[in-house]
């Protein structure tokens, strides 16, 4: 995402007078690039504290959805087209039925 133009995203925001305690710079990224465009972090900091974030959010997923009931996992990526149309398939099957 940093390669397809994330720090310049937030370079942007702050330039065109997002201030920089709007709720955007919450969410995973934009605190740190925030921060980078500060100086308070060089690129490769930011980096490895928005993997760990990320990491971190994602565990906090898994913990809520196990306790999920009837939840169904498949393995894969959201962005394979097997999981997508395994999804699909799984959703037009369920369709009238109450979740």
């Known amino acids: 995402m940093i390669e397809q133009g994330w720090l310049e995203e937030v370079r942007r925001l702050l330039d065109g007078g997002v201030p920089e305690n709007a709720k955007a710079f919450d969410f995973i990224g934009y605190r740190e690039l925030r921060n980078v465009q500060r100086g308070e972090l060089n690129l490769d900091e930011a980096k490895a504290a928005i993997q760990q974030a990320t990491r971190r959010y994602a565990k906090r997923q898994m913990t809520w959805f196990r306790r999920e009931r009837g939840v169904e996992w498949l393995s ?5 087209r097997e999981i997508q149309e395994k999804a699909l398939k799984k959703i037009r099957a369920g369709v009238g039925t109450a979740f």
């Open 76 to 80: 894969g990526f959201g962005d394979e």
